[in-house]
C-alpha cells in the first residue's frame, strides 16, 4: 500500500495562495489515480480535484479556474496549486490514491478512493 504525506497547509487572506504537495512512498511502482479532497468542519467529504488513469482531471465546480492539479510521477508527488482563495476554502485537504489494474475515473466521490493521508490544514481569513 502507497503512504501519502501531505504538506503546505497554513493560513492566508482571501485572495492569496498556497501549493499543497502530497508525497508518495511505499508501493509507487504500482499504478495509481491521485486526488485532492477536503473537509471543512461540521461538513461531509468533498472532491477538489483528481486525475483519472487516462490523465483527464475533473475539478470541483467551486474551485475551477483558481485551483490546479498537477503531479511529478519522477518524483512521486502530487501538488495542489490554490489561488484566489476564499474564506470557504477553510478546510483539511487530503490527499488521496486509488490502485487501479484497468481503469480508474478520478472520482470525486471519496467512497471509491483507497488511500488517504492526514491532511493538511488551510485557513482562509477575509
Known amino acids: 500500500e502507497v503512504q501519502l504525506v501531505e504538506s503546505g497547509g497554513g493560513s492566508v487572506q482571501a485572495g492569496g495562495s498556497l501549493r499543497l504537495s502530497c508525497a508518495a512512498s511505499?508501493?509507487?511502482?504500482?499504478?495509481?489515480?491521485m486526488g485532492w479532497f477536503r473537509q471543512a468542519p461540521g461538513k461531509e467529504r468533498e472532491g477538489v480535484a483528481a486525475?483519472?488513469?487516462?490523465?483527464?482531471?475533473k475539478y470541483a465546480d467551486s474551485v475551477k479556474g483558481r485551483f490546479t492539479i498537477s503531479q511529478d510521477k519522477a518524483k512521486n508527488t502530487l501538488y495542489l496549486q490554490m489561488s484566489s482563495l476564499k474564506p470557504e476554502d477553510t478546510a483539511m485537504y487530503y490527499c488521496?490514491?486509488?490502485?487501479?489494474?484497468?481503469?480508474?475515473?478520478?472520482?470525486?466521490?471519496?467512497?471509491?478512493?483507497?488511500?488517504w493521508g492526514r491532511g493538511t490544514l488551510v485557513t482562509v481569513s477575509s
Open positions: 486525475f483519472d488513469s487516462d490523465g483527464r482531471i
Open positions: 488521496t490514491a486509488d490502485e487501479f489494474y484497468d481503469y480508474c475515473s478520478g472520482s470525486l466521490s471519496p467512497h471509491v478512493w483507497d488511500t
Open positions: 511505499g508501493n509507487t511502482y504500482k499504478k495509481y489515480c
